[in-house]
């Protein structure tokens, strides 16, 4: 009988170590897995985070070993390539950071038998990724375990196969459910039981067989129907010989149907089933992306609480462990590889390997309805002959190896509506960010709405959209100002833009947390991308996160926004409330400021500020609280200072009617006067078509049209990644230039 050791505890590590060793190291650094070497590093700013090759060695005795005929070495992530060492000897080669893999080291084990896993996150340029805006987490992030099993056994080394594949096909009330196993080493001699179970564990069929692929016929089946209802089956099937149980293998499935249609969005099980829902990153503080179970479980308790219904688990391949979480919660899925941000000629056998085991391992799950191919691929790249054909070819693979499901991918915003590359999937969705890079909130549907009227047949979705928003605070928000204040009037925006409008198939807000990107000094604090609707330690829900919950959730609640910004200096303060419930009324030290309905679940109130006051926001039993103090100047501590910066906004000169660093590219290319300026001392401050930028991204089209809604300050403090370094009489020099061009006068 299979028998799984988790191998975990105490491996000895090494950043500096050079060559493979012979012994068990007594002088590296003892961990327990999940490890990442850059947990601290990859998280704190400055690009900087180590890359490179790394060690891992564990002992193992064969007499603490269960007894068996093969020993399997199962790791279920090393980020990004990885090597195997028995005794010295290499056994294996691995590129991909985010799959499960497998080695046979049977015949090296020995009394006393040294493990070495070698790790590599360094520069590669045939394995993905290696340009993205997060870090490329090295280390042992997943579980290690030894699977010892019988000379027969269920598969375990092609592609990280579980060993079973199971697809329902549901028929009216009834469902066909054919099952395949794959199996190593069997004999004529040997055959294999199936049995169906329910949720309950009830038997509902049962058979034996020599045959590796057999199907079973379910009577009134009960549908696996998202939030609703995720009901889940499950097949066992057992490898016999005579009446002995060599091996056994087991796995959920779900019952369902779906489709994604061009005007009437996602249907689940044949009724409209909207699709509105989070993208999420798997690294959280202090850890990087060695997560533990119960870090998986807060995470999906989190966007549950939120009210999603679907997850895009960008960018790369998550843990198993998150995936049965998906499937147990109804969350409809969007699973992908890393192919991203830059098409390598050199890494189309990368993109294909990877695909191959993405969808091999994660074939059973219910909860995953489109594999994605790639994610703003274009950001580096042209669209040329290679990379469409890369495109085919994964799109090929995918209908392949799996003809149920659909394919998709997330296109950058400057993508054409016509470009070929977005027509080779079944579905496509854009990432959007009018109204944080450029544009403003409105801009979102109205897009929508032409894409949907250029293409008509094909399904359009939002991968992508979001700002940034940390502890700043601000009466009257603006974009770019990393307020929570903003970040909240921005997705109230995108939920209106966006959520009325039923063809299009699904929304994943980017991002559900505030993850890791080393590249970044932004908003004051280093190291993040603070998109998030929750902070990074899952501390903190921001006031978008309410928002969201307000038209997602169905459990009563009631939030007063602005919690974190008590002092205000305004004789009225425009108070927001988020609920899901009908009507809400507001009282400020025990008084009612009245009652207010709202449609959209975003209740507005005007507060008179005086001395300091006990904020109450009531809907029947439900209440929350906050305060509200007046005071004559700014609390500064509410105020944006980036680190490092020459100047901050408020430091500026600003004449009436007149231009000044706090204003947009775009608006001052407008003017002649402002075209001029920038061919002069102005041209050094923006990027050219060709040029690196933070993360290692190019300036392309599409991202020299985004630079239009960026202000000259925030241009300012990104070009550093480039060399240019501004200094502060510089930029005052530039700004009084600035403060003599007129601005044109509003039509």
């Known amino acids: 009988m299979r028998q799984i050791v988790n191998l975990n505890r105490k491996w000895a590590f090494s950043k500096d170590a050079t060559q493979v060793p012979t012994e068990l190291p007594k002088l590296w650094n003892w961990v327990n897995l999940p490890h990442s070497w850059n947990a601290i590093d990859g998280q704190d700013g400055g690009s900087d985070y180590h890359l490179g090759t790394c060690y891992y060695a564990k002992e193992i005795e064969k007499l603490d070993l269960p007894k068996a005929d093969r020993y399997y070495l199962e790791i279920n992530g090393a980020n990004a390539s990885a090597d195997v060492y028995v005794n010295g000897k290499h056994l294996r080669h691995h590129d991909g950071g985010y799959s499960t893999w497998r080695v046979d080291i049977t015949e090296e084990i020995t009394a006393k038998t040294l493990l070495v896993i070698a790790v590599d996150n360094g520069v590669n340029e045939t394995v993905y990724p290696q340009v993205a805006d997060f870090p490329f987490y090295g280390g042992l992030y997943r579980n290690v375990n030894l699977v010892c099993v019988s000379e027969s056994h269920f598969d375990l080394e092609t592609n990280g196969t579980p060993g079973i594949h199971v697809t329902p096909i549901v028929e009216g009330k009834n469902a066909h459910v ?13 055959s294999l039981c199936y049995t169906l179970l329910d949720m309950d564990g009830n038997e509902v069929s049962f058979l034996t067989s020599k045959e590796t692929a057999v199907s079973f016929y379910i009577e009134n089946v009960h549908l696996w129907n998202g939030r609703k209802d995720p009901y889940l089956y499950s097949v066992t099937a057992e490898l016999l010989e005579d009446d002995t149980i060599l091996d056994t293998v087991s796995t959920r499935f779900g019952c369902r149907s779906f489709e994604i249609d061009p005007d009437r969005g996602f249907i689940l099980n044949g009724e409209e089933y909207p699709l509105r829902g989070v993208a999420r990153h798997q690294d959280r503080w202090d850890y990087g992306n060695a997560l533990l179970p119960e870090h998986h479980k807060e995470d999906m308790d989190l966007i549950c609480e939120l009210g999603a219904t679907t997850i895009r ?39 294909i390997s990877q695909m191959t085991e993405l969808i ?4 059973n799950h219910p909860s995953i309805v489109v594999w994605g191919l790639s994610n703003e691929i274009t950001m580096n790249s042209e669209v040329d002959e290679d990379l469409l054909e890369n495109h085919r070819i994964l799109n090929e693979l995918v209908h392949k190896m799996d003809k149920t499901r659909l394919t998709t991918l997330a296109a950058l915003s400057s993508v ?57 605070h601000n009466s009257n928000p603006e974009q770019g100002d990393y307020t929570e204040e903003y970040q909240a009037i921005y997705h109230e925006e995108l939920i209106r833009q966006l959520y009325t409008r039923k063809y299009i198939w699904a929304t994943h807000c980017w991002n559900m947390f505030d993850f890791g990107a080393d590249t970044r000094n932004e908003g004051g604090e280093a190291g993040q991308n603070h998109k998030g609707l929750v902070t990074m330690d899952r501390k ?3 006031d978008a996160f309410y928002a969201y919950k307000a038209w997602l959730s169905d459990d009563p609640f009631v939030h007063l926004c602005g919690k974190r910004y008590v002092d205000r200096t305004e004789d009225v303060t425009k108070v927001t409330v988020y609920s899901n419930q009908s009507e809400v009324e507001l009282f400020a030290n025990g008084v009612s400021l009245g009652k207010k309905s709202a449609p959209d679940h975003f209740f507005y109130f005007d507060v008179p500020n005086v001395g300091e006051q006990t904020l109450v926001a009531v809907s029947g039993e439900l209440r929350d609280e906050g305060k509200l ?29 007149h231009f000044s660093l706090n204003d947009k590219i775009g608006d001052i290319l407008q ?14 401050l923006l990027p050219k078509k060709g040029d690196k930028v933070a993360g290692g991204f190019e300036m392309n089209d599409g991202m020299m049209q985004m630079l239009g809604g960026f202000t000259v300050l925030r241009l300012s403090g990104m070009i550093g990644t480039m060399g240019i370094n501004l200094t502060k009489e510089d930029l005052l020099d530039l700004n009084a230039k600035l403060n003599k061009i007129k601005k044109p006068k509003q039509k």
Request: aromatic share 16%.
């Open 360 to 363: 091999t391992q994660n074939y």
């Open 540 to 542: 903190y829900k921001k």
């Open 313 to 351: 688990l960008a960018h790369y391949q998550h843990d198993q462990y998150f995936y049965d979480l998906c499937d147990e919660r109804g969350m409809v899925i969007w699973a992908e590889v890393p192919y991203i941000s830059k098409h390598m000629p050199g890494g189309r056998e990368n993109t």
């Open 629 to 657: 103090r007046k005071v004559e100047v700014f609390n500064e501590a509410y105020r944006l200072r980036e680190k490092n910066a020459v100047l901050n906004w408020f430091d500026i000169t600003e004449v009436e009617g």
């Open 416 to 472: 054409p509506m016509d470009s070929e590359y977005i027509k080779i999937p079944n579905v496509v969705s854009y990432n959007h960010y009018f109204g944080w890079y450029g544009g403003t909130p409105a801009d979102n549907g109205p897009w929508m709405d032409q894409f949907h009227e250029v293409n008509p047949t094909i399904p359009i979705g939002m991968s992508e959209y979001g700002c940034e928003a940390l502890n700043w």
């Open 178 to 190: 054919d099952v395949e196993v794959f199996l190593t080493n069997a004999t004529e001699d040997q």
């Open 671 to 684: 003017t002649m006067q402002g075209k001029l300026l920038f061919m002069g001392m102005f041209a050094k």
